[in-house]
T-cell receptor
Framework: GQSLEQPSEVTAVEGAIVQINCTYQTSGFYGLSWYQQHDGGAPTFLSYNALDGLEETGRFSSFLSRSDSYGYLLLQELQMKDSASYFCAVRGAGGGNKLTFGTGTQLKVEL | EPEVTQTPSHQVTQMGQEVILRCVPISNHLYFYWYRQILGQKVEFLVSFYNNEISEKSEIFDDQFSVERPDGSNFTLKIRSTKLEDSAMYFC????????????FGPGTRLTVL
């Protein structure tokens, strides 16, 4: 089976940097992805790590350590519109590209 | 920008009734998925579909569920006899060959079973 744990809630101020952690246990691993979901909306792909290290995409970066079964999403220069839920997700080895999502972290950006 | 579309946006049904949720994946994508999200919970995988057959399904996807690609554009999820616990947001998603981690999600259908 697969399980992914994230903090339930993180609060930060506009302009700050925030890190959202994800630890996972998985029987097969084909990369760690991050998705953003605004209230009532569709999950939107942000980033993906197949190998260890940091991937940078604009204000968002994602890090993976496969030996530690750990990754994080780093959001810089926070904006109010970044207030949303963030999910890490692992693609498993079942052959069907199944994504197993984490418990989700609700990010609140305050003035 | 191409996007996944879903209809209806909201479906209300009585317990025991059949529902069909419809999706139009992005046109050049070959892999299609259904996920669901119970209010306040995480997104859960239901089924994936490739080359006109199911490639993987979860334990949630029991005999009450079926998927179909009836033509070149639509992808449907049928629930034969709905239960109260089927109430959730159902998301369709699609992905390109080789980019399996970047799945594009539709806006969802909120299913309410009374």
């Amino acid at each position: 089976g697969q399980s992914l744990e994230q903090p339930s809630e993180v609060t930060a101020v506009e302009g700050a940097i925030v890190q959202i952690n994800c630890t996972y246990q998985t029987s097969g691993f084909y990369g760690l992805s991050w998705y953003q979901q605004h209230d009532g909306g569709a999950p939107t792909f942000l980033s993906y790590n197949a190998l260890d290290g940091l991937e940078e995409t604009g204000r968002f970066s994602s890090f993976l350590s496969r030996s530690d079964s750990y990754g994080y999403l780093l959001l810089q220069e926070l904006q109010m519109k970044d207030s949303a839920s963030y999910f890490c997700a692992v693609r498993g080895a079942g052959g069907g590209n199944k994504l197993t999502f984490g418990t989700g972290t609700q990010l609140k950006v305050e003035l | 920008e191409p996007e996944v579309t879903q209809t209806p946006s909201h479906q209300v049904t009585q317990m025991g009734q059949e529902v069909i949720l419809r999706c139009v994946p992005i046109s050049n994508h070959l892999y299609f998925y259904w996920y669901r999200q119970i209010l306040g919970q995480k997104v859960e995988f239901l089924v994936s579909f490739y080359n006109n057959e199911i490639s993987e399904k979860s334990e949630i996807f029991d005999d009450q569920f079926s998927v179909e690609r009836p033509d070149g554009s639509n992808f449907t999820l049928k629930i034969r006899s709905t239960k109260l616990e089927d109430s959730a947001m159902y998301f369709c998603a699609s992905s390109q060959q080789g980019a399996y981690n970047e799945q594009f999600f539709g806006p969802g259908t909120r299913l309410t079973v009374l």
